[in-house]
């Protein structure tokens, strides 16, 4: 059954975990697991401490090239009455200046109790979210 935009909204807010969809200026899709916070219809995703392998990371150079992007968040269990997933489409912009980042941080933090101790301290993605859509089995 298709959701609503404010289900979709909700479902998607409610989640721990999404996938963020980008894509390169060659056009190759990234998809990467992210951790989020949502406020109204703007998805807040930061660059944390957890270890990389680098920090340009082709999210950023992905979004710098092609602004549009996906999040997407389901859920899955064997009870396929229980499935659903939602997914938030937009336009992102990467944050990097302090008095920009600090709100969408104090927001991710209430939210992650890892934020709340060692807080991020890399740029933070603000998508602009432009269509919330979804499916749930019931």
Known sequence: MRLSS????????????????????????????????????????????????????KRLANIAANPQVTLLADHYADDWTQLWWSR?????AVLTAPPDTEAPIALLASRYPQYQDTRPTGPVIAITVTTWSGWSYT
Do not use: C, E, N
């Open 6 to 57: 404010g289900d979709a909204r909700q479902r998607l807010a409610a989640a721990r975990v999404a996938r963020l969809a980008t894509v390169s200026v060659a056009g190759q899709p990234h998809l990467v697991p992210v951790t989020f916070a949502v406020d109204a219809d703007t998805v807040y995703i930061a660059i944390d401490h957890k270890p990389k392998t680098t920090t340009h990371l």
């Open 88 to 92: 938030a489409d937009g336009h992102a």
